[in-house]
């Protein structure tokens, strides 16, 4: 499982992993926020409605889910993962904070890693460089950037992302991968 503060390239890290190492599984979450420009369906994210989310709750589709940035709902489908683990499969979940708090409670056997940035002025750079979210946002971001790095020894292994790919090669040599 890979988490970390918004803007330290978990998605980036995510998506290098799916290029490069096809051995593991990289699920895919639902979201309820709108795509993201370049964001493909059912690829980056299964963009769902409230109420389509409301009913995966209710069916008991969801590993779990939350609330992020006080805003958008975010959860982990459960069938894919639990087919992959059977199928003997190393299974990468991209996940927030809350996110990585309930599959620990799940699945204590999860390993957790904490995605670093370099530097707190590194993670500014990056969220405001990519220029996807409002002044706003960003700030709201940046304060809960602040708490999860508080978070960060809670879990098992901490990984620094200054280059992808070798933040990437570090993620899967932890899910011993061939």
């Known amino acids: ?3 970390g503060p918004t803007a330290v390239g978990k998605g980036t890290v995510s998506q290098y992993i799916r290029a490069n190492y096809p051995d593991v599984l990289l699920s895919i979450s639902a979201t309820t926020r709108p795509p993201r420009p370049g964001e493909v369906d059912g690829q980056h994210y299964y963009f769902v409605s ?9 069916d008991h589709e969801f590993l779990e889910w939350a609330t992020v940035h006080n805003a958008y709902r975010y959860g982990t489908p459960r069938p894919p993962i639990e087919r992959a683990l059977a199928a003997g499969r190393s299974v990468l979940l991209e996940i927030d904070l809350q996110g990585a708090r309930s599959v620990r409670a799940a699945m204590p056997e999860a390993l ?9 002025e590194e993670l500014v750079r990056r969220l405001v460089g990519r220029g996807t979210e409002s002044p706003v946002e960003q700030a709201r971001r940046l304060e809960t950037a602040k708490v ?6 809670e879990f098992d292994v901490k990984v620094v992302n200054r280059d992808v ?13 061939p």
């Open 112 to 120: 957790l890693v904490f995605l670093l940035p370099p530097s707190w």
């Open 1 to 3: 499982m890979l988490a």
């Open 50 to 58: 409230d109420a389509e989310f409301d009913r995966m709750i209710a």
């Open 148 to 153: 999860e790095l508080q978070a960060q020894d």
């Open 165 to 177: 790919g070798q933040a990437a090669h570090e993620v899967v040599e932890l899910l011993e991968v």
